[in-house]
Structures are given as C-alpha cells and as structure tokens.
C-alpha cells in the first residue's frame, strides 16, 4: 500500500513539474513572438520617421549633431535586451539602429536566426545592402586602438569562436587590406558609438 502511495505522489509530482515548464516555455515562445512578430523589420518611411517613432518601433537611435564626434544614444535597453535573448539561446533576436543626421536617416539591422547572426543596412543613398556572409558568433572587442592610442569598445561578428580583442585591435596595425582579410570578422557600425567615454 505505501509503494502505490509513493508511486501516485511519484507520478503527480512529475505531471506538475512537465506542466510548469511546458507554461514557462509556451511564456517565452508568446513574448518572443510579440516582440519578433517577423525576423526582418519592415522598411521605414522614405521621409516624416521621427527618433519618437523609431523608439516606439523598439530600435535603437543614434542622433548626430553637427561639430559633435559622438551621437545621443535613445533605447540602449533593446540593444540589452538583444544581448540578453543571445546569451540566453533565443531562437531568433534582432535589432534596429536608426542614424538621424542632419534631416537623413538610415538604419542599420542585425538579425539572430537559427544560430547565426547577419547585417543589413540602408545606407544614406537609401540602397538595401546585405552584409557579406553569416556568422556564428558575436564578440565583444575591447582595448587601446594601436593606430589612435583611444580605448575602444564594440562588437564584431565573427567566424571564430577564439576571436579574441588582441586578435582584431592587431588587425587594425595592418595597413595591406589583402593581409587583414585574414582575420575573418565584421564590425557591427552602430556599437562603436554605445561605449564611448
């Protein structure tokens, strides 16, 4: 009699757990779907898109002034929030940066799918451009840029998984283009205006 009650509670205890992960589970798919309801973001307005706009769309703003080397940065928290669904194996993320600059705008779009991160960009000559390849992995590139001597902070995609800060910030020495093609990485533009002192 106590083996079936042990048993009974065994197998109640079991239904619960797979029931509570099934509903973290179905939470998560839901949220990822309402904030990525389609991997690639619509195209913007040819004229009229607002900085207001593009944060309610959830993208991430760099506002340039003239005379001024670095931008206002809006919405740091979708780029965190990108970083964060990366590190936590989302199926898929993706962000926008939107460059307003003197009554232009252009945008820049890092997508996450399936394993592998791409680029796109409209450019300030509103042309479509995909960037060459896919990569696997993001890297966090940080330390003294040898050319300037300024600390620096952003990201590249890579092919390699050992890519390493030294690895790029020694890439940079190089001034035959033929030889720094071969540490195989591409910087994503809008990160080397978040860290900036």
């Not at 798919?29 to 309610?56: C, F, K, M, N, V």
Request: some cysteine; overall charge negative; charged content about 25%.
């Amino acid at each position: 009699m106590m083996k079936k009650i042990l048993t009974w509670t065994l197998l109640v205890c079991v239904l619960f757990l797979c029931a509570c992960g099934s509903d973290e589970k179905e939470t998560t798919e839901a949220a990822t779907e309402e904030r990525y309801p389609s991997l690639r973001y619509e195209a913007i307005p040819s004229d009229g898109y607002t900085e207001q706009q593009a944060l309610e769309d959830q993208c991430l703003v760099l506002s340039f002034v003239e005379g001024d080397l670095k931008p206002s940065v809006s919405g740091m928290e979708n780029w965190t929030y990108f970083l964060e669904a990366v590190e936590n194996d989302a199926d898929e993320a993706r962000i926008r940066a939107v460059y307003f600059q003197n009554g232009i705008y252009y945008y820049t779009d890092l997508t996450y799918l399936n394993g592998y991160f791409s680029l796109y960009t409209l450019n300030e000559f509103q042309n479509y451009e995909n960037a060459i390849g896919s990569y696997p992995y993001i890297k966090r590139i940080e330390g003294v840029e040898p050319n300037t001597g300024n600390q620096v902070c952003y990201y590249v995609l890579s092919e390699l998984e050992e890519l390493t800060s030294e690895d790029v910030l020694s890439a940079a020495r190089i001034c035959d283009i033929e030889s720094e093609r071969g540490v195989p990485y591409e910087p994503i533009p809008f990160t080397q205006y978040l860290y900036l002192e």
